[in-house]
T-cell receptor, first 111, second 115 residues
Framework: KAGVTQTPRYLIKTRGQQVTLSCSPI?????VSWYQQTPGQGLQFLFE???????NKGNFPGRFSGRQFSNSRSEMNVSTLELGDSALYLC??????????FGPGTRLTVL | AQTVTQSQPEMSVQEAETVTLSCTYD???????LFWYKQPPSRQMILVIR??????QNATENRFSVNFQKAAKSFSLKISDSQLGDAAMYFC????????????FGEGTQLTVNP
């Protein structure tokens, strides 16, 4: 089976812009989770989608949003980018719950 | 809220030697999973080993094994016969099936393997 894929791998944006990141889970997996990784805050959970519905949400402002499509692919969107949004964004997929496989991440730099 | 703590920001080991990474966690739940993930410089998170809390037997995957002490809420990772390719950041993580896919991670331990 192909692993979790994320696009793009690298992204540079300026403050105030918005960005959309994409994640394709392992075939057959219905759950997609998103995490933000920064040197200062470590790995933090953003949200999880399961069968096109948001099932879990972390403590992030409303500028961070996501969605999942019928083929389980997921996108996350960050609006009005801030310098502090610079991070590695990791997507993980699982069949149903805690046992997750991660993608290679998208490195977002906000200038 | 669940918390995961890794008290060793950095560890080093000689090639072929054994090293143990520590992890403690706090939860009031009885059913949960614990994981060790490895993140090499490529930044890809790789699942090393997992432990179901209801299982008393410690999980083992080749050179990797855990010491799971449920009462003490301790979950350490032992790497035997360390190899240069083991050098990476290691994260301990906690999750529950009933919480969906939400994992809580520790701060990480940077492991250096010296030739």
């Amino acid at each position: 089976k192909a692993g979790v894929t994320q696009t793009p791998r690298y992204l540079i944006k300026t403050r105030g812009q918005q960005v959309t990141l994409s994640c394709s889970p392992i075939s057959g997996h219905r759950s997609v989770s998103w995490y933000q990784q920064t040197p200062g805050q470590g790995l933090q959970f953003l949200f999880e989608y399961f069968s096109e519905t948001q099932r879990n949400k972390g403590n992030f402002p409303g500028r961070f949003s996501g969605r999942q499509f019928s083929n389980s692919r997921s996108e996350m969107n960050v609006s009005t980018l801030e310098l502090g949004d610079s991070a590695l964004y990791l997507c993980a997929s699982s069949f149903s719950g805690a046992f997750q496989f991660f993608g290679p991440g998208t490195r977002l730099t906000v200038l | 809220a669940q918390t995961v703590t890794q008290s060793q920001p950095e560890m080093s080991v000689q090639e072929a030697e054994t090293v143990t990474l520590s992890c403690t966690y706090d939860t009031s739940e009885s059913d949960y999973y614990l994981f060790w993930y490895k993140q090499p410089p490529s930044r890809q998170m790789i699942l090393v080993i997992r432990q179901e809390a209801y299982k008393q037997q410690n999980a083992t995957e080749n050179r990797f094994s855990v010491n799971f002490q449920k009462a003490a809420k301790s979950f350490s990772l032992k790497i035997s016969d360390s190899q240069l390719g083991d050098a990476a950041m290691y994260f301990c993580a906690y999750g529950r099936e009933t919480s969906g896919s939400r994992l809580t991670f520790g701060e990480g331990t940077q492991l250096t393997v010296n030739p």
